[in-house]
């Protein structure tokens, strides 16, 4: 089960939060270009920024608690997961928040 651990958290996390979603209708999701350009740059940028440190050996996974499928540089599909799966839980609370209080992003017609 220790294999699982981060996909676990990473479970844990969207559970603690999709249901924003439709509860809330925060919609992020029907704005999915938005959704894309706020996750593209976090993923590319700290993807990048993991292969530099695991090229360097400054940064490790333990094999024990990933899935082990490993993408181009060492780099675990779950550390990619990762920087999808926080990111996406953070706009989907910063939204549910801007719903509940009424507050306009700035983009959005009065």
């Known amino acids: 089960m220790a294999k699982f651990a981060y996909l676990a958290v990473l479970a844990g ?8 979603e ?7 999701l029907r704005r999915w270009r938005r959704l894309l350009l706020t996750l ?15 090229a360097a050996g400054h940064w490790t996974f333990d094999p024990e ?3 082990g ?7 675990p599909l779950d550390e990619l997961l990762f920087f999808v799966v926080v990111p996406f839980c953070a ?4 939204e549910a928040v801007r719903a509940v209080l009424r507050w306009p992003a700035g983009d959005e017609s009065p």
Do not use: S
Request: net charge negative.
């Open 91 to 94: 706009i989907l609370g910063f």
């Open 69 to 75: 499928v490993l993408l181009p540089g060492d780099l």
């Open 40 to 54: 593209l740059p976090v993923v590319v940028i700290f993807a990048l920024w993991d292969l530099a440190a695991i």
């Open 65 to 67: 608690q990933t899935t």
């Open 13 to 20: 996390c969207l559970g603690g939060a999709l249901w924003l």
């Open 22 to 28: 439709p509860i809330l209708r925060v919609n992020v």
